[in-house]
């Protein structure tokens, strides 16, 4: 079964700024002014890395609630980086290499430890944790 979501809108007229509608919202991308863009919107891996931390933050709200434990925030800190794979020095063609996301999550809150201690896996659970670490398959036309 196959299930969509939101179309999505790119469009860009010039430079690197690129306008993104999905349904009634817009938001800009764009690339900063050391790699010829105008910096007026986060750059394409940072609406990445941003749409990942949304996802595992309000998975974990809607897991508290749920639960109806007294989660008072949730904070999501990402760092973006890529990385050598191990079996680069193998490798006889070009290096692989991997895209890595880094992130710590803080939950304040009257929690106890005993509702402290799922919380990570919770987060892991988030839909787009999910789909990133199982891989995409993307078809273009």
Same mark, same amino acid.
């Given at each position: 079964m196959s299930q969509t979501t939101t179309a +999505?809108? %790119?469009r860009n007229t010039s430079g690197y700024? !690129? #306008?993104i509608t999905a349904g009634n919202h817009t938001v800009f991308a764009d690339e900063p002014i050391s790699f010829g863009g105008t910096d007026q919107g $986060?750059? $394409?891996?940072? @609406?990445l890395v941003g749409a @990942?931390?949304?996802?595992? !933050? +309000?998975t974990l709200r809607m897991y508290a #609630?749920?639960?109806?434990? $007294?989660l008072e925030e %949730?904070? %999501?800190?990402?760092?973006?980086?890529r990385v050598h !794979?191990?079996? #680069?020095?193998?490798?006889?063609d070009e $290096?692989?290499? @991997?895209?890595?996301? #880094?992130?710590k999550v803080e939950c304040k809150g009257a929690l106890s430890e005993e509702q402290r201690a799922p919380m990570l896996e919770i987060a892991r659970k988030c839909p787009l944790h999910r789909t990133l670490s199982a891989g995409i398959k993307l078809v273009i036309s």
């Open positions: +999505i809108v %790119v700024k !690129a #306008e $986060p750059n $394409p891996y940072d @609406l @990942l931390g949304s996802c595992t !933050a +309000i #609630e749920r639960k109806q434990w $007294p %949730v904070t %999501v800190r990402l760092q973006h980086s !794979a191990e079996d #680069e020095k193998v490798c006889e $290096p692989v290499r @991997l895209d890595q996301i #880094e992130f």
